[in-house]
T-cell receptor, first 110, second 114 residues
Framework: GESVGLHLPTLSVQEGDNSIINCAYS??????FIWYKQESGKGPQFIID?????DKRQGQRVTVLLNKTVKHLSLQIAATQPGDSAVYFCAESRNTPLVFGKGTRLSVIA | EPEVTQTPSHQVTQMGQEVILRCVPISNHLYFYWYRQILGQKVEFLVS????????KSEIFDDQFSVERPDGSNFTLKIRSTKLEDSAMYFC????????????FGQGTRLTVV
């Protein structure tokens, strides 16, 4: 069936480096995508979203890139900090409930 | 800042017992959801609720599950006869005017069935 998934389950980066977290989606009808951050024992926290009529969107220290041709979504975190350590999920929808991917655990090495 | 609140934060129950998980969504939101997350796994959709009725549900949401919005503010998930495999984090979420917007999540209820 169609689903949202992630390429890597874990990612370790040095503090101050940039992080790139990837996500592959298979539902070509999806037109809305979100990245969530989940810290241990907490609920998912919104980071940034993007609609299918865009291919890039920037926030504070974060950028989301959408490549509809290959159905790929990525989250870039600039100057990664220890507080960025968490599990990151992408999610998709098309006027439907969000469907989540499996998550990537980001570990920041001080 | 408005937030989704869930109670209790942790619930321990015996297998076969009924549990009710409670949520207060953000007050002007129209779409309400329950998700669950088994330890170490992804967040799975259970059910969505709009205009006082279920709008969509997953195959996980079987006859043991039900949802209610009894008083215009609370949104509850009931599990009639809990099983060991129902142990998970349960998250409530709400969204504003359309489904193509950010969903706000509560901090979750950790349900442990023993």
């Amino acid at each position: 069936g169609e689903s949202v998934g992630l390429h890597l389950p874990t990612l370790s980066v040095q503090e101050g480096d940039n992080s790139i977290i990837n996500c592959a989606y298979s539902n070509s009808a999806s037109d809305y995508f979100i990245w969530y951050k989940q810290e241990s024992g907490k609920g998912p926290q919104f980071i940034i979203d993007i609609r299918s009529n865009m291919d890039k969107r920037q926030g504070q220290r974060v950028t989301v890139l959408l490549n509809k041709t290959v159905k790929h979504l990525s989250l870039q975190i600039a100057a990664t900090q220890p507080g960025d350590s968490a599990v990151y999920f992408c999610a998709e929808s098309r006027n439907t409930p969000l469907v989540f991917g499996k998550g990537t655990r980001l570990s920041v090495i001080a | 800042e408005p937030e989704v609140t869930q109670t209790p934060s942790h619930q321990v129950t015996q297998m076969g017992q009924e549990v009710i998980l409670r949520c207060v969504p953000i007050s002007n939101h129209l779409y309400f959801y329950w998700y669950r997350q088994i330890l170490g796994q992804k967040v799975e959709f259970l059910v969505s609720f709009y205009n006082n009725e279920i709008s969509e549900k997953s195959e996980i949401f079987d006859d043991q599950f039900s949802v209610e919005r009894p008083d215009g503010s609370n949104f509850t998930l009931k599990i009639r006869s809990t099983k060991l495999e129902d142990s998970a984090m349960y998250f409530c979420a709400s969204r504003g005017g359309t489904e193509n917007t950010e969903a706000f999540f509560g901090q979750g209820t950790r349900l442990t069935v023993v």
